[in-house]
């Protein structure tokens, strides 16, 4: 009886070695297809002066959490993060869920001035699901936009499909089911009734330091071109109200240029492109054998080197 009762163990703990082993997205996920795309990648710069804006979130996520001197490899490692949720197994996305948590649980702290509806003194959580939820919304309309900007334009019930899988990464990044809107339509409200609800006050430092860091990522001096075309690509995508309050100017005909521009991409250049020029480098995908804090590390050294 002993010796039968051994291999029985032996496939418990194989099945649930098998369960964290299978991707936390199946491939042909919706979402892997959007975040995979290259020109995708051009909503980060959106999101993150979106997030800015939030004068909170701010403090709490970017001048609280972050080098003002040297922030952007914790930029990479917060998009490898998502990366490793997006394109890993159940077992890489839980062990994101547990770093990310711990990141966030410490930290804690008061604003120090008054801004907009936010008196001084106003308390900040790294859990917070308020701020929590504004960070991850910014992220995903600007993802949403790209992709149906660039690559092609979403159903209806793809729009659906995909929200549900963001509440998924919603969850492991610390966000209750009930913290995010329940359907696509309503996160739209939701992101529009942010936009129009005077939480959104730029401070000053959010302003210098926003477009210190974001329109001067570390790039070798051949693609200063493209910098500066993403860098347009960027401003005019903002909603307007935020574009004045980063204090962007109007440049004639830069909506004109850069819709032309998005029309060549979806039409042309990411039809035409091969696979390895459009999608992101595999160096930024999670491999089965490899954990979360093994990729964070091969990144440093990459962007170090």
Do not use: C
Request: glycine share 8%; charged share 25%; hydrophobic share 40%.
């Amino acid at each position: 009886m002993t010796g039968a009762a051994r291999p029985t163990g032996e496939r418990r703990v194989r099945k649930r070695s098998d369960a964290l082993d299978r991707p936390f997205f199946p491939e042909g996920s919706l979402i892997r297809e959007v975040q995979r795309e290259r020109t995708v990648a051009l909503s980060g710069a959106r999101a993150l002066f979106m997030q800015a804006a939030h004068p909170v979130a701010f403090v709490g996520f970017f001048s609280h959490t972050a080098s003002a001197d040297d922030p952007h490899p914790r930029l990479a490692r917060t998009a490898l993060a998502v990366n490793t949720v997006i394109y890993g197994t159940e077992r890489q996305a839980r062990e994101v869920e547990q770093i990310v948590g711990s990141m966030h649980a410490r930290v804690s702290g008061v604003t120090t001035e008054s801004v907009g509806i936010f008196p001084a003194g106003t308390p900040f959580r790294g859990d917070d699901p308020d701020l929590l939820l504004w960070i991850l919304a910014a992220f995903i309309d600007s993802s949403y936009r790209a992709f149906e900007r660039y690559v092609r334009p979403l159903s209806d019930e793809e729009r659906e499909e995909l929200w549900q899988e963001w509440r998924r990464v919603g969850e492991i990044f610390g966000l209750g089911r009930t913290d995010m809107p329940s359907s696509y339509e309503i996160f739209t409200h939701y992101v529009e009734g942010m936009l129009a609800s005077g939480q959104l006050v730029v401070t000053p430092a959010a302003r210098e330091l926003s477009r210190r860091v974001i329109l001067n990522p570390p790039l070798p001096p051949y693609m200063v071109a493209a910098k500066e075309l993403v860098n347009q690509i960027t401003i005019d995508s903002l909603p307007p109200g935020l574009r004045d309050q980063f204090g962007f100017v109007p440049v004639p005909g830069r909506g004109v240029a850069l819709g032309a521009f998005s029309t060549w991409m979806r039409w042309i250049g990411n039809p035409l492109a091969p696979r390895v020029v459009r999608e992101v480098p595999e160096m930024v995908m999670p491999a089965p054998d490899r954990n979360y804090a093994d990729i964070v590390e091969i990144v440093q050294r990459e962007m170090s080197g």
